[in-house]
C-alpha cells in the first residue's frame, strides 16, 4: 500500500515562509515523479510545483515561481516545498502527488496524471 503524508502547513502572516513535507510510504520512491498541488474554495486543483526521479528536472507554475522551492530526498522517502515570501493568495489546501514513471526526465504537471495523493495539508497566509 502507497502512502503519502502531509505536514508542515499552518498560519503564516504575509512575507512568512512554510516548509511542507511528504513522507512516502509503500513503494520505491526514488522511481516516482512527485508534485505538490494547491486548492482554494471555489477553485480547481492546480499544480505549483513538480520534480523527477533525481530532483535534477523541476518544475514551478508562474504563480509561484522564485517564491517556492521542490526538492526530495530518496533516502528519506520524502518530497519538501519551501514556500517563502507567502501570499494571502496562497492560501490553500496543499496535497502532495506521486506516481510511478520509467521516464526519468518526466515531471507531471496535471492532476489526472497522478495516482497516490495525500490527505493534504492547510496552508493559511494573513495579510
Known amino acids: 500500500q502507497v502512502q503519502l503524508v502531509e505536514s508542515g502547513g499552518g498560519l503564516v502572516q504575509a512575507g512568512g515562509s512554510l516548509r511542507l513535507s511528504c513522507a512516502v510510504s509503500?513503494?520505491?520512491?526514488?522511481?516516482?515523479?512527485m508534485g505538490w498541488f494547491r486548492q482554494a474554495p471555489g477553485k480547481e486543483r492546480e499544480c505549483v510545483a513538480a520534480?523527477?526521479?533525481?530532483?535534477?528536472?523541476?518544475y514551478y507554475s508562474d504563480s509561484v515561481k522564485g517564491r517556492f522551492t521542490i526538492s526530495r530526498d530518496n533516502a528519506k522517502n520524502t518530497m519538501y516545498l519551501q514556500m517563502n515570501s507567502l501570499k494571502p493568495e496562497d492560501t490553500a489546501v496543499y496535497y502532495c502527488?506521486?506516481?510511478?514513471?520509467?521516464?526519468?526526465?518526466?515531471?507531471?504537471?496535471?492532476?489526472?496524471?497522478?495516482?497516490?495523493w495525500g490527505q493534504g495539508t492547510q496552508v493559511t497566509v494573513s495579510s
Open positions: 502527488a506521486a506516481e510511478p514513471m520509467r521516464n526519468i526526465f518526466s515531471v507531471l504537471t496535471t492532476a489526472q496524471g497522478y495516482d497516490y
Open positions: 520534480i523527477n526521479w533525481s530532483g535534477a528536472r523541476t
Open positions: 509503500g513503494g520505491t520512491f526514488s522511481r516516482y515523479v
